[in-house]
């Protein structure tokens, strides 16, 4: 999401000020008669600081994007990430500001015209002491519009048309892996766990179909109230973007998580979402004899067994996707 550079409040006010003051000698130096020069200067000066400063606040509000307008999925993402309530709020705290400075030009202007021309500098600076102290009080509203701008520079841009797969699972299970294995992205891949925070996204195609391949951070088996913002982001891409979800296993259970648990989340996001679930049971190089996966086999239709970091079983994978985006359509 593009928000403009947010100024702070003292950067606003220069900006205005100091615009102000040049249209201010603007009028000075032009021929109007001299007795009208005081008052006319005074005018222009706090005319123009009220535009200049209604003019930077509108931009702000005009360049970021409306969340109620967009794809329930950046609704989400974007509650997730900074709270959409402070940034609504925040929106409407530039807005009123807009406002009350509105109303401070045509007050003043109306007192500089019908005040004597001695009279009219101090009407100006009492413009620009209510100006300076509406912008004070956005100060927190700007610095938050800021953290928002940091915080959505890398919301990822989500291909609407493409068929969407999500890869779950535990931490450390191998999911960045296998994106890396299946498209040309590079998330980060580390033998630690939580190595992936945000959402990254890969692309291939396959007869003419685009694909759009998901890679979240990990999970734990919690319910989601319990879940942290970073698990967060998972939970609002499977709900939201997966046509399929591919759960990934780590069938070593090397990564430190018990299959008891990877199984009870597989079962919950059974549950909790009405999606086709392709179950893969990943790092089968490591595992010398498969005999205790029965357990967890015996209750799936169909399930595949891959190494994604040898880059074996990939390929069945991507079969996979092929078999359950015909069945979809038939
Ligand atoms: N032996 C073996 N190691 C693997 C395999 N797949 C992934 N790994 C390793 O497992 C570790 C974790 O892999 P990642 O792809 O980062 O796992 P992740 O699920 O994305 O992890 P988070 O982003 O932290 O949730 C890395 O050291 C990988 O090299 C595999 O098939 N076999
Ligand atoms: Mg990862």
Sequence with gaps: MFIPTVPTPDEILDKSFSRAKKAANKVRTSKIPRHQKAKKTEEARIKTACQVTKDTLNNLLEKTPQVESMHMFYQDYIDVMVGVDQLKKSLGALNWAVGVISKFE???VFKVRRTRP???ANIRKA????????INQIDDDLDFLNYVKGKLRNMPTIDFEAITVVIAGFP???KSTILRQITPAEPKVADYPF???GIQIGHFEKRWKKYQIIDTPGLLDRPVRDMNNIELRA???LEHLADVILYIFDASENSGYPLDAQMRLYEE???LFDTPIISVFNKMDLVENNKYLEKYISKMDKYLMISASKGSGVQLIIKELEVIENLSKS
């Design 195 to 197: 190595t992936t925070h």
């Design 106 to 108: 045509n007050e003043y």
């Design 127 to 134: 413009a620009f002491g209510r100006i300076s102290s509406v």
């Design 235 to 237: 939970m609002v891409a």
């Design 118 to 120: 001695e009279n009219a």
């Design 269 to 271: 996001i059974g549950h």
């Design 172 to 174: 450390n299970v191998g």
